[in-house]
């Protein structure tokens, strides 16, 4: 696949007629789960799941989506979705893309970018990230000459 950004966490994905909006394809709503799906999926490969999030008080929450909706995918296609952490400070900010592939030409048909920040649960507000998302997260970005 021509992936923006090497080694990418991937989840194979197929519309269903429930996703399909009024112009059929896929509706926007469709695209922005998909990528919370995904980026769930592989923070708990990276062995970081919401259960830690809560023992920990602590979450990344997105400060920031964009999404670039590039070409339409229609009911019944076969897609593949990629998900990359790119940036991380270390304290407070992290950065996660995703781009989304049709299997059978390869034409990339989303593109997509969330600022996240490191949020406690409790209170809702900004606080440092705990060593566990550091020592997890960080081995993970994309190294920095990768970036498109």
Same mark, same amino acid.
């Given at each position: 696949m021509a992936w923006d950004f090497p080694n990418p966490f991937t989840l194979r994905r197929v519309p269903v007629a429930d996703e399909i909006d009024g112009l059929n394809h896929v509706n926007n709503g469709a695209y922005v789960r998909w990528c /919370?799906?995904?980026?769930?999926?592989?923070? +708990?490969?990276?062995? %970081?799941?919401?259960?830690?999030?809560?023992?920990l008080d602590r979450a990344m929450a997105i400060r920031h989506a +964009?999404?670039?909706y590039v070409l339409a995918a229609? +009911?019944? /296609?076969?897609?593949t979705l990629a998900t990359w952490l790119v940036a991380c400070?270390?304290?407070?900010?992290? /950065?996660?893309?995703?781009?989304? %592939?049709?299997?059978?030409?390869?034409a990339t048909l989303l593109r997509g970018r969330w600022q996240l920040?490191? %949020?406690e649960i409790s209170s809702g507000g900004p606080r440092r990230? @705990? @060593?566990e998302f550091i020592q997890t997260y960080v081995p993970a970005i994309v190294a920095a000459e990768s970036l498109r």
């Open positions: /919370e799906g995904v980026a769930w999926a592989h923070s +708990e490969s990276l062995g %970081i799941a919401m259960s830690d999030y809560q023992r +964009e999404y670039d229609l +009911e019944g /296609e076969n897609l400070d270390g304290r407070l900010t992290m /950065e996660r893309r995703f781009q989304l %592939i049709r299997d059978a030409d390869q920040v490191c %949020i990230m @705990p @060593p």
